[in-house]
């Protein structure tokens, strides 16, 4: 990790930074495969599902039998785990429906606001070097739960042409009504246009890499509505002196895991403290698998002194990551300050893994920066609010003068006249 020592604001900026690839070049090649894919459909799913995933695949839909078949491959150790996650996950996202309130906003006039579902989503899981079973648990779960009919799941198969059997298991735990072994810009652009296989969908939910955000937000351009751009993960970690350096390490591999376009940040008011998490993360690393991926995050990584935790506190917010955690004094006090972080973690024992697994709370967030203006998937990300409004004739009485002035106000006659013709047909009996 690359140390900075009392950075000014006019560094923050730079220091804010993530690591992408050219948007230009980026767009340019979603634009030439989402208009490859809705002229020839599954034609173009296989030819770039051979070219990126290395794979030839003829049918893309998993099978029923497949999927039921892949419960044989979970080990009961497993399933118990996932079982528990899905309770913690359900939950916390059940907690989140909402009552029907009826307002009488003048005696006469009600109004309301109702949920209706989503009726056909797309879940993307990525599968490129981890196949990612718990980002179907906090995608299917609360489309399962706002009852949404169609929960379509795009996932990249691996050199053999099969999904993960955890995705598969997960998959029918949660409800999904449809899985098909495709990834990268295809899948969205599947998801976006509809082919003889792979449904249309009406929005398009999922973590990815650069290739797969771009996508998403091609597709928005288009009229796909999406959940937000998350593109590679991202950790940023405030600690002091109270923070448990040995935690703070391995807190930092398990996002630089992810993969090497991940990027983990550490701020802190003592350079004692780097000095002692470089040599945890030094002694924790090498017994990694994933050493390689984690090294070239760290590459891109950095460990930033303040002078104090409220600066660095303030720096979190320009930055505004995905996951925050904070490791520091009365961190629940602090958490008050902070205004833009996509899940924040309290304490030296909320670990960002509880978050990423099982905790309860939803792991597909903001990334990039979008943490300033966009929230994580909950269950309001696959419904949509419907406002409502009954008035009587009380209410018509009540309220009709001031529409009537209103519209001839904004020289809307017609809108005044639909007012002004009822309240003329109760005066007259």
Request: proline share 3%; glycine share 6%; aromatic share 8%.
């Amino acid at each position: 990790m690359k140390k900075y020592l009392n950075p000014s604001q006019e560094e923050w900026e730079n220091l804010s930074k993530r690591k992408i690839v050219s948007t230009s070049d980026l767009n340019e090649i979603v634009k030439e495969i989402f208009t490859d894919v809705q002229k020839n459909g599954d034609a173009t799913v296989s030819k770039y599902t051979s070219l990126f995933d290395g794979v030839s695949i003829q049918n893309f839909k998993v099978t029923d039998a497949k999927i039921q078949e892949a419960t044989n491959f979970i080990s009961d150790e497993l399933k118990n785990a996932i079982q528990q996650a899905y309770s913690n996950i359900k939950k916390f996202h059940t907690s989140q429906k909402e009552t029907i309130t009826k307002i009488e906003t003048i005696s006469g006039v009600f109004c309301w606001r109702e949920s209706r579902a989503i009726e056909t989503v797309g879940i993307y899981i990525p599968a490129g070097t981890a196949p990612l079973f718990s980002t179907v648990l906090m995608l299917a779960i609360p489309a399962q739960i706002a009852g949404c009919k169609n929960i379509i799941l795009c996932s990249p198969p691996d050199k053999n042409g099969v999904i993960s059997p955890a995705i598969l298991y997960v998959a029918k735990l949660t409800g999904v009504t449809s899985v098909y072994k495709v990834g990268g810009i295809q899948a969205i652009a599947s998801m976006t246009f509809g082919t003889k296989t792979i449904p249309k969908v009406d929005k398009i939910f999922g973590p990815g890499n650069q290739y797969v955000t771009a996508a998403k937000q091609y597709a928005q351009q288009i009229g796909i509505a999406i959940d937000m751009p998350a593109g590679p993960s991202e950790l940023l970690i405030i600690a002091d002196q109270s923070s448990d350096v040995d935690f703070v390490a391995s807190d930092l591999l398990s996002q630089a895991e992810h993969g090497a376009d991940s990027q983990v940040i550490l701020l802190t008011n003592s350079e004692n403290i780097i000095e002692k998490v470089d040599k945890a993360i030094a002694f924790q690393k090498n017994n990694l698998p994933r050493l390689d991926l984690v090294e070239k995050a760290l590459e891109n990584s950095r460990a930033i002194v303040f002078d104090s935790i409220d600066e660095a506190i303030n720096f979190s917010n320009f930055y505004a990551p995905e996951h925050l955690i904070l490791a520091i004094n009365d961190a629940e006090n602090k958490a008050k300050l902070i205004e833009n972080a996509g899940s924040i973690f309290i304490g030296n024992y909320s670990c960002e893994s509880a978050g990423d697994y099982a905790s309860g709370t939803n792991h597909t967030l903001p990334t990039n920066g979008f943490a300033r203006n966009y929230s994580g998937v909950s269950l309001d990300s696959f419904v949509k609010k419907i406002t409502f409004q009954k008035i009587t004739e009380t209410g018509i009485q009540n309220l009709g003068k001031t529409i009537e002035i209103m519209a001839e106000a904004e020289q809307l006659l017609a809108h005044k006249n639909a007012v002004s013709i009822r309240l003329k047909k109760l005066q007259n009996g």
